[in-house]
């Protein structure tokens, strides 16, 4: 008895002490570890990773190696120091070694760090910043992005022309063509360049890389978000294919990338392989034999959200043909099996993000990941290890091989332990046209059955984008869930993931179809889920998702308390002049401002701002070039004129988007105090 009493004295005491179950926090978010960018040694048994760690005092985050066996016979563990940044692990080709990228040195540059022990030594020691690299197949070799002068003749060149411009007094640019600037940057001059370095018995590459894209006037990889997956190797390891959109005075409004081939020596100008089509080829891969090239193509010259088509170049005759071409999906960057038979990449599909198989000779594909949303992958023979993230849950590693996949990273398992996260639900309703439009709903973290919660209701951006089953750094449901508020999201008309004509519906009709969809998705949801307090509900958009709910305040004014517009559109035709990407809004308009300006009239949201009533939160950003910050500026100008209770969230040192640990922690906290003030 007296052993039995103390049992239920401990766990009386565990229990009073256990953490009590709480929502989740933007403080949370913040500091979350991610996983990216996994990749399976040669052999299949171990996986390098990179995780980003938060260093909170210096307001950014740090990237770190990190290795785990792929059977998970032990836990991962750290490579690299923590607070010391390096990412982009590859292995060497014998699996004995980790090529990264670092700036230890105080430039960004390659290192190697061999697995049996030691200290990482310094691969590249170039007088500017190595972008990205590439081992060539054969492991003598480095690709390399490297910024430089397109007329200097070395990298020296470079480095004293940055230099020179840093010294002077006078500080005018002057430009003859756009870009002028570039998501977040303006142009001083330098393209990003491809280069071919040997590496030497000592390990080190050669202090004078072969520059093999010269004579491109363009950026290899593109800006602002391209890497090395437009870059491919032959097999032999001789030449390499890389994309470049070479425009000239039209670049700011054409989307046509070709394909061009060229020797790893240097001893030929690239050669254009895909010259006959203006819309955009990218993303090679070379066939094992090297007498193939699969490659991702467009069809639609300036249309950015056009599909892409899996594409095989026969090299010795020049002849193509399209694999899986009745798969009506946009594929990302492909990966090739050893067997040479099967590629597989990611891309949306109602409402996840999975990782899919692709049967080369039937073109057949399956689902490889089930639900949610896999970000970087690897396959090394039967063997497949991705990152994966859900509505749910933060991104973690796991490996598959015959059975269903497994768990190998749980990084924040512990610090989630006493969150309970809001349940998520898809639904499907009749949208616009009667056709089929999904969204989804996300419940409180506190919910109790019988209660109505205020709705944070959440527009999606790109417009060809999707809210999914994916765990978001910026527009994530559980930060309004952990408030205690209801979510909804709806997929409409111009979505990814439920075929190509979907998609296309939304361009030239940005507030029709959408809105009704919205409109439908919103009667919908408080038609099925009794705890939705369609009285007590605010409207949250970026970018596009901006945009509508600017065009909500004058077009469906009669739904919402309030709404956040983060980077949004209030004069479509300004921003057809001011935005830096032309041939987006020349697509989504179906032409340019001045040849259209009907299109850009029709459903302009600065038209209706004698109809708005709705309180507005606005944020807006210096660093936006995408959606200019002078549009956030006139938004609230228009709201304080109009006697519109009305705020303006300003950072000076954003883009469009909002990235920063302490601005994100700032963004939040604004948000969800303007959601409470006006749902109380």
């Not at 205020?454 to 527009?475: C, S």
């Not at 970026?542 to 709910?549: A, D, H, T």
């Amino acid at each position: 008895m007296r052993v039995l009493l103390a049992c239920l004295l401990s766990l009386l005491v565990a229990s009073s002490t256990m953490a009590q179950p709480r929502g989740f926090t933007v403080e949370d978010l913040v500091n979350l570890d991610r996983v990216a960018d996994p990749q399976l040694s040669p052999d299949g048994k171990w996986v390098s990773f990179q995780l980003r760690e938060t260093d909170f005092a210096a307001n950014k985050g740090v990237q770190s190696l990190w290795l785990v066996p792929s059977d998970a016979s032990s836990a991962a563990r750290r490579l690299t120091a923590k607070g010391q940044s390096s990412a982009s692990p590859r292995w060497s080709v014998d699996g004995r070694s980790l090529y990264f990228l670092s700036a230890r040195s105080g430039s960004m540059q390659v290192w190697n760090l061999a697995l049996d022990g030691g200290e990482a030594t310094q691969v590249t020691d170039y007088p500017l910043d190595v972008g990205g690299f590439m081992l060539a197949p054969d492991g003598r070799k480095l690709a390399l992005s490297l910024e430089v002068f397109n007329d200097c003749t070395d990298l020296a060149c470079s480095k004293k022309r940055l230099e020179e411009r840093a010294a002077s007094k006078s500080s005018g640019q002057v430009f003859d063509r756009l870009f002028i600037r570039h998501w977040d940057t303006w142009s001083d001059g330098r393209r990003t360049q491809l280069f071919v370095a040997d590496l030497g018995a000592d390990g080190k590459a050669s202090a004078a890389p072969v520059w093999v894209s010269k004579g491109i006037d363009g950026d290899v990889p593109s800006k602002p978000f391209g890497d090395l997956s437009e870059v491919a190797f032959a097999p032999d390891g001789k030449t390499l294919v890389f994309a470049a959109r070479i425009a000239g005075q039209t670049e700011a409004w054409s989307t046509n990338f070709d394909l061009y081939v060229v020797p790893v020596d240097g001893s030929a100008a690239p050669r254009n392989l895909t010259a006959d089509n203006q819309a955009m080829d990218s993303y090679p891969v070379y066939a094992h034999d090297g007498r193939t090239l699969y490659y991702l193509a467009m069809k639609r010259p300036t249309f950015e959200a056009d599909r892409f088509w899996i594409t095989a170049l026969n090299l010795a005759d020049g002849s193509r043909r399209q694999i899986a071409s009745d798969w009506d999906r946009s594929p990302g960057p492909l990966t090739l099996s050893a067997d040479g038979k099967t590629f597989y990449t990611t891309t949306d599909d109602h409402g996840q993000h999975p990782l899919f198989a692709i049967d080369i000779a039937s073109g057949k594909v399956r689902n490889v990941s089930g639900d949610g949303q896999i970000g970087g992958f690897s396959v090394v023979g039967k063997t497949i290890v991705f990152e994966r993230n859900t509505l749910t849950a933060p991104g973690d590693l796991f490996v598959q091989n015959a059975g269903a996949a497994k768990r190998i990273t749980k990084f924040n398992s512990e610090r989630l332990s006493d969150v309970r996260m809001g349940a998520p639900e898809f639904f499907t309703f009749k949208g616009w046209n009667d056709e089929l439009v999904q969204g989804y709903v996300v419940k409180p973290w506190n919910y109790l059955a019988g209660q109505k919660y205020p709705i944070a209701f959440l527009v999606h951006g790109g417009p060809q984008g999707a809210f999914g089953n994916d765990w978001h750094y910026r527009w994530n449901p559980q930060t309004y869930a952990g408030q205690g508020f209801a979510v909804i999201a709806i997929n409409f008309h111009g979505s990814t993931g439920y075929g190509q004509a979907f998609t296309d519906a939304i361009s030239g009709d940005w507030g029709g179809k959408p809105l009704e969809d919205l409109q439908k998705g919103m009667r919908a949801a408080l038609g099925q889920y009794a705890w939705l307090d369609g009285d007590k509900a605010c409207a949250l958009g970026g970018s596009y998702g901006g945009y509508m709910v600017n065009w909500i305040a004058g077009n469906w004014n009669e739904q919402f308390k309030c709404i956040v517009s983060h980077s949004g559109v209030f004069d479509s035709r300004f921003m057809g002049y001011s935005t830096e990407e032309l041939w987006f809004d020349e697509w989504e308009m179906q032409g340019t401002p001045f040849e259209k300006p009907e299109n850009y009239e029709r459903h302009n949201p600065v038209n209706h701002v004698q109809d708005w009533k709705i309180p507005t939160l606005v944020v807006h950003s210096a660093l936006d070039y995408r959606v200019p910050v002078e549009e956030g500026i006139a938004l609230f100008t228009a709201l304080q004129r109009r006697g519109i209770e009305s705020r303006f969230l300003y950072f000076p040192d954003e883009n469009h988007w909002i990235l920063k640990p302490h601005n994100s922690v700032q963004w939040h906290h604004e948000v969800n105090d303007w959601l409470k003030r006006w749902t109380k």
